[in-house]
């Protein structure tokens, strides 16, 4: 078995070698596990010591001579374990920090502030501020679904589409979806990519406007001020009444006004 597939469920190299190397030895000296692992003999105590501490190694002693042992393979579910209490313990300390960490956030105070992301990444980080900042419980967005569908999996777009209901979000929305592929129960307008082509995604809600470029290379930013977000809601607002109306004019060619 090649040892790296150890190191994917956490172990170190080093720990993975000699885990491995002692599992197929059995009952083995410090010499002989460290041979057949290829790793120096000092370094082997250390890593033993390590594989102990984790519950996957124990030892015996026959005189003056100490044997040592891999515990049995199922035993690495206790590796999880260890990572678990980890996770743990380092969101109990993120929890202690977070109002300090709030106190020095910017977006509270008056003056507008701008901020940037750039690559997949930071789509779905900026994606974050809908969940996160949305007090008001709406949003409305234009958008490209079929530029999204080309930039997320499917399973990402059900994630965020489920995220939204379950925190009971509901949305407006003006978008290009040529192959109809959008199936939920938001509010929606329909315009055909032709005649209206959107690249880029852009909502509003509460006291933020999102822009996000929707072809490569991403980039977005958020910007945080009231009165900028009021008046390019009110700009929505009006292109929304006219997205409608065009929706009605052309539905017998294939524009449809989601209800």
């Keep these: 078995m090649n040892f790296r597939e150890l190191v ?132 409305d967005m234009i958008y490209s679904f079929d530029l999204l569908k080309e930039i997320f999996s499917s399973e990402d777009l059900d994630s965020m589409s489920l995220r939204r209901q379950n925190k009971k979000i509901k949305v407006r929305s003006i978008i290009n979806d040529d192959l109809n592929q959008k199936k939920n129960s938001s509010q929606r307008v329909v315009l055909s990519s032709k005649e209206h082509p959107i690249t880029c995604d852009i909502a509003f809600f509460s006291n933020r406007v999102r822009i996000v470029t929707q072809k490569k290379p991403f980039s977005g930013l958020v910007i945080e001020n009231k009165e900028i977000t009021k008046t390019l809601r009110v700009i929505f607002n009006l292109a929304w009444e006219q997205a409608k109306i065009l929706a009605k004019r052309k539905k017998a060619r294939g524009f449809n006004l989601k209800p």
Excluded: W
């Excluded at 390590?50 to 199922?74: C, I, M, R, V």
């Excluded at 008056?110 to 994606?127: H, N, Q, W």
């Design 8 to 139: 994917n469920l956490g172990l170190t190299e080093k720990e993975a070698k000699i885990y491995l190397a002692n599992l197929e030895l059995g009952k083995s000296s410090v010499q002989e596990i460290a041979k057949k692992a290829g790793v120096n003999r000092a370094t082997t105590y250390v890593v033993i010591e390590s594989l102990a501490k984790k519950g996957l190694t124990s030892s015996s002693h026959e005189g003056k001579k100490q044997f040592f042992y891999s515990e049995n393979p199922e035993k690495l579910v206790l590796l999880f374990r260890s990572q678990e209490q980890e996770i743990k313990r380092k969101r109990t300390y993120l929890e202690k920090i977070l109002p300090e960490l709030k106190a020095l956030d910017f977006s509270k105070q008056e003056k507008p502030t701008v901020r940037y992301f750039e690559g997949k990444e930071g789509l779905m980080a900026i994606s974050e501020e809908l969940y996160l900042h949305n007090n008001d419980k709406t949003v």
